[in-house]
């Protein structure tokens, strides 16, 4: 039974914040004379205008991505990055230096980083030695202080699936607070979203990005899912104009071309595959991690000799050595066929 209640875990002065204003919330019409934001209606210096403001929620993409999501464009929150919808979870929920959440390493940096700039006590709850959830801990782990979970599927920077079953046992188990399911990598995996469960459990956020599958990492756009009672908090404390309308208008440009996204998947998927195949037959691999995601988490004979070695060559990957339960690991993303071959021919002449 889903007991949770949102009012209980919001910080009480932002349930009676009186948020900002902007002039596009007073009228939202595309059409008339301009002469309320202050802007400049001479225009700009370049060939496209840019003088208007954009519109702060962004309701033209929502609309266009409802559908290719499988909800309603009142549960969508975008934001600069996914790193902007941590942060506000964050704020929203957690009073500094008294609450916690709970994260779950090895996983997504960002979770302990955006807790500690705010101030907020960060529990850790290592993954099993295969990078699963330990349920029974992370439920004892929970106080009456914790308010968030993080949990990251297909998991960064190991690449495996979070088995949805335990992910279930924490979203029933947690009903005071919200567990995050980060799905940045999900369009690579063949596993449902667990964005159409919104409306089943009210203690969920979900989040995802346009900087994997879809190929805009630069925009810096990320979305999160959750109820409307949620979405309309995250509104309320985001800063007005959170998406710039350069961004804005090249998701338009790019949000109907799913087969781009499709098709981008197939390959690298593909290219994952072929990866694993040349890895398995070098001395230095001790062992490929399974993964669900656009990389592979390898572990080497002598990891940080190696990751040094390929720097020199200009071959960068990333080096997850220090990590918890990733000892001895590089990071690989998974790039086109003539990249992947030339860093399989750099690791064959390091051998």
């Not at 210096?45 to 702060?56: C, H, I, K, Q």
């Not at 907020?120 to 029974?136: A, F, G, H, M, S």
């Not at 992370?138 to 914790?146: E, W």
């Not at 810096?220 to 350069?246: C, D």
């Amino acid at each position: 039974m889903n007991s949770f209640n949102l009012q209980n875990i919001v910080r009480q002065h932002i349930l009676s914040l009186a948020p900002y204003s902007s002039a596009r919330d007073e009228y939202t019409g595309k059409e008339g004379i301009f002469l309320d934001a202050n802007e400049n209606p001479i225009g700009s210096a370049t060939p496209e205008n840019w003088n208007r403001y954009p519109d702060p929620y962004q309701w033209e993409i929502k609309e266009k991505l409802a559908p290719i999501k499988g909800c309603r464009s009142s549960q969508i929150f975008l934001g600069n990055g996914s790193d902007e919808p941590i942060d506000l979870i964050i704020r929203l929920t957690c009073e500094p230096k008294e609450d916690n959440i709970i994260i779950l390493p090895p996983t997504y940096g960002m979770y302990e980083v955006s807790a500690s700039v705010n101030n907020v006590e960060i529990q850790k709850i290592p993954l099993t030695t295969d990078y699963q959830l330990d349920t029974d801990k992370i439920i004892a782990a929970v106080n009456p202080k914790t308010k968030l979970i993080f949990v990251c599927s297909p998991n960064n920077p190991t690449g495996n699936l979070i088995d949805r079953q335990a992910i279930l046992t924490i979203i029933e188990n947690f009903q005071q607070g919200i567990v995050i399911i980060d799905e940045a990598y999900n369009d690579f995996s063949e596993e449902p979203s667990f964005i159409p469960e919104l409306d089943k459990f009210s203690n969920v956020m979900v989040l995802q990005t346009f900087s994997k599958a879809w190929g805009l990492a630069a925009l810096r756009l990320g979305m999160a899912f959750a109820n409307e009672e949620l979405i309309s908090l995250l509104n309320k404390i985001k800063y007005p104009y959170n998406i710039n309308g350069l961004t804005q208008k090249q998701l338009i440009e790019n949000i109907g071309n799913v087969e781009f996204v499709k098709n981008s998947v197939k390959t690298l998927n593909q290219n994952r595959a072929d990866m694993i195949v040349a890895l398995e037959n070098l001395s230095i691999v001790t062992k490929i991690y399974p993964s669900d995601a656009n990389f592979l988490l390898v572990k080497f004979t002598e990891a940080k000799k190696i990751f040094d070695y390929l720097i020199e060559q200009k071959t960068i990957v990333r080096d997850r050595s220090k990590v918890v339960l990733c000892d001895n690991s590089l990071r690989i993303s998974i790039g086109t066929a003539e990249e992947n071959h030339h860093l399989m021919e750099l690791l064959k002449n390091y051998s």
